[in-house]
Antibody, heavy 119, light 107 residues
């Protein structure tokens, strides 16, 4: 069965960077995209960007352009999301999601990684 | 970007009743690229509906989706106790992908 297992919770200071990993199993990693979605406390879900795990092409939400970098390691079947210049508003749960046809999000989500930004 | 507005914000119902949730888009969602997710506290969202009306794998047939263009609806025909949760619509027609603000279905 498809599984996406994310790295553990992080606490960062403002201005720092965080890198969250998402290890995939149960399917051919390079055949699907991986999206990143976040959920800040009390806020709606927010899409950050995605990577074509096959060719490495990426697309980012303009809101995060310049601060977010999504990469992948095909050997390790793992995708990564790095967010820089962290501020308190970046405190959120970050999810990786397997992509479906086109830009569709499938039902395969990671368990979420809580990133707390606090001085 | 396409803004999705969900209504009502909260729906107070009893088990066995019918729930009708609305999602309105600020511009047309092409090819009905509209999905619905359910989320419970402490859990990742669960895909219910994609393509506006197709049920995801394992989703009971009491959940149905309809609509096109800018107006979409999620209907739960008879609420079960496990259906009391938060529901989000999401469009994947245009980038950036966007989500609605959610409808809470409570007892």
């Amino acid at each position: 069965q498809v599984q996406l297992v994310q790295s553990g919770a992080e606490v960062k200071k403002p201005g720092a960077s965080v890198k969250v990993s998402c290890k995939a199993s149960g399917y051919t990693f390079t055949s699907y995209a991986i999206h990143w979605v976040r959920q800040a406390p009390g806020q709606r879900l927010e899409w950050m960007g995605w990577i074509n795990a096959g060719n490495g092409n990426t697309k980012y939400s303009q809101k995060f352009q310049g601060r977010v970098t999504i990469t992948r390691n095909t050997t390790a079947s793992t995708a990564y999301m790095e967010l820089s210049s962290l501020r308190s508003e970046d405190t959120a749960i970050y999810y990786c999601v397997r992509g479906g046809s086109g830009q569709q999000l499938t039902g395969d989500w990671g368990q979420g990684t809580l990133v707390t930004v606090s001085s | 970007e396409i803004v999705l507005t969900q209504s009502p914000g909260t729906l107070s119902l009893s088990p066995g009743e019918r729930a009708t949730l609305s999602c309105r888009a600020s511009q047309s969602v092409s090819s009905s690229y509209l999905a619905w997710f359910q989320q419970k506290p402490g859990q990742a969202p669960r895909l219910l509906i994609y393509g506006a009306s197709s049920r995801a794998t394992g989703i009971p047939d009491r959940f149905s989706g309809s609509g096109s263009g800018t107006d979409f609806t999620l209907t739960i025909s008879r609420l079960e106790p496990e259906d009391f949760a938060l529901y989000y619509c999401q469009q994947y027609s245009n980038s950036p992908l966007t989500f609605g603000g959610g409808t809470k279905v409570e007892i």
